[in-house]
């Protein structure tokens, strides 16, 4: 059995560490712990890569309900992928069935990558198309869990309108990664059709703060609970059938938004890396 972390095998050889970078490869079985923390985006993203690098006939995954995402994966999607999916949420469970497989990844990578290990993260409608056609498909593989899908086509607006996502929350907060309202607000006013803006935020009072802006242009998610994971989903994929978008600058859940669309979105990204706290020099400072 191989066993590697992201996309690259880890070795160690006079004390000195190597890291030998996995090449597209068919392997029957693989498995795939995701980590705890990995929210919805970044699990999917690991989870392409996985499904396009090594086409695998059944591939297992160990998929934490309890922390990030509180919520089964079987309960949030519906899958037509070629590849067998089998779900564990016990990790004893997960290992057990798992022992004689081929190859086992530990919290694959969460930039979508090319074939030639080019990363296609975080890049939007900067790719090129024949690029997203390619690497697009199993995107379209993935569906809403059936019983959603009723909850996204009525709260899909009925015209033309713009996604918009604010990743603004206390989780990022600490780390300096929330930006100003008023730069959403900012990108909101320079489109030159102001309709309907479909609204997907962690937080109820960045839509009061919108509604009260835009009267009758904010739509959100009806009676929305802003810790459903299920309701997460319902965003991802009304978000995804808009033509435009603006979205948060480094969230993958905007740009899971963005793959699940059959063609490109044009997308305004809101704030960069400037303010972002390094998490090492964060656990230091604490100290």
Known sequence: MLYCKGLSRFHKFLGIKFRIK????????VGIIFGSKDGIG???????????????DELDIFW???????????????????TKIVEYNDI??????????DLIIEKPDVCLKTFNRKSLGLKYDKINKKTFSKYQQNFQCLKP??????KINQNTPKDDFTA????????????????DLNLFVSEMNKLENKG????SAMEEKVGAVLRNKYKGQIFELENKNYKSMQDAVCDLYIMSKAGKAIYSFGSTFGE?????????????????????????????NKK
């Not at 004893?92 to 497989?101: D, G, H």
């Not at 869990?145 to 009723?150: H, I, N, Q, S």
Request: aromatic fraction near 16%; proline fraction near 3%.
């Open 64 to 82: 934490d309900d309890k922390d990030w995402v509180p919520a089964k994966f079987c309960d949030l999607f519906d899958t037509d992928f070629k």
């Open 42 to 56: 970044n699990r999917i993203f690991g989870l392409m890569n996985v499904l396009n690098y090594f086409t695998p």
């Open 92 to 101: 004893k469970r997960f290992n057990e069935a798992t022992r004689e497989f």
């Open 196 to 199: 309907a803006f479909y609204l």
């Open 164 to 179: 918009l996502q604010i990743r603004n929350a206390v989780d990022w907060e600490d780390f300096g990664r929330n930006e």
């Open 256 to 284: 899971l938004a963005f793959w699940l669309r059959k063609d490109m979105q044009q997308v305004v990204i809101v704030g960069s890396q400037k303010k972002w706290i390094n998490k090492k020099k964060l656990k230091k």
């Open 145 to 150: 869990k059936a019983e959603l899908t009723e």
């Open 22 to 29: 996995l090449k597209p490869k068919h392997y029957k079985k």
